[in-house]
């Protein structure tokens, strides 16, 4: 992940066109989606992914036959996830897995909604954490504020 972020930040500064190209490259990275896969269940043992959009589109299509609950489009500003019945959550263990993380909307939303409908949500494994501080339960394979001097106080 170090490796494309710097490529990625000499080639375009930062700013959107930067993390649209990110969102890209971890969207076609099959490595990248392994490497989320092996420290999810590292961290959390046998578990149930959650992703979503079009990153969780991808990572569908690359891992049939896991056990994913894929969530259908941009959660960030949505207060109940359609069609999500409790029988698909009640009782399962899941882990939010996305190619980024800022302020935790989208994970938030998801948290929420499969925890009122019965299951439980062991924390989050994102590619990149580009969020201002670090939170105790998401996991990241690149932390931009590592990069960038640390953590605001």
Known sequence: ????????????GGGQEY????????????????ALEQMAYALFGPVWFTVSGAFGQSFQRQWKGRPVLWLDGSLRNVERIPLLKPEV??????????????????????????EESGGR???AVVAYDGSLEPHKDVYSLYRWRDRVGGSRS
């Open 1 to 12: 992940m170090r490796d494309l972020v710097e490529e990625l930040v000499a080639v375009h």
């Open 121 to 123: 949500v062991l924390g």
């Open 89 to 114: 959550v009640q009782g399962k263990h899941f882990v939010f897995l996305d190619d980024s993380f800022f302020r935790g909307r989208t994970y938030r939303v998801v948290r929420r909604c499969i």
């Open 19 to 34: 993390f649209s190209a990110l969102d890209l490259r971890v969207r076609e990275d099959k490595q990248v989606k392994l």
